[in-house]
Nanobody
Framework: QMVESGGGVVQAGGSLRLSCAAS????????MGWFRQTPGKQRELVAS????????NYADSVKGRFIISRDNAKSTLYLQMNGLKPEDTAVYYC????????????WGQGTQVTVPS
């Protein structure tokens, strides 16, 4: 189970930090990812991090602005979002990094991020 939090409304250029509390049984041994979805579009992976936090990857659209991190002791995943743009407006979800976002059915409620244009 994933519980995302930290979303909100922020002006362009601002910052937000998202958090995701995950089940201890799955968190520390799995690569984790942040996904986002806007109405009418497919959910997409925007950032991922290896189980021991030794490796991170980012979608081109967020590279250089977003930073993913994790605290295995707290079973918590983070996404620091800087330089936010209107096109970052979406519902953000966390999950195992290797799930197929088009097929996987087990998602949390997500957290809404809104950057007005």
């Amino acid at each position: 189970q994933m519980v995302e939090s930290g979303g909100g409304v922020v002006q362009a250029g601002g910052s937000l930090r998202l958090s995701c509390a995950a089940s201890e049984s799955i968190f520390s041994i799995n690569a984790m990812g942040w996904f986002r979805q806007t109405p009418g579009k497919q959910r997409e992976l925007v950032a991922s991090i290896s189980s021991a936090a030794g490796s991170t990857n980012y979608a081109d659209s967020v590279k250089g602005r977003f930073i993913i991190s994790r605290d295995n002791a707290k079973s918590t995943l983070y996404l620091q979002m800087n330089g936010l743009k209107p096109e970052d407006t979406a519902v953000y979800y966390c999950n195992l990094a290797l799930v197929d976002p088009a097929e996987y059915k087990y998602w949390g409620q997500g957290t809404q991020v809104t950057v007005p244009s």
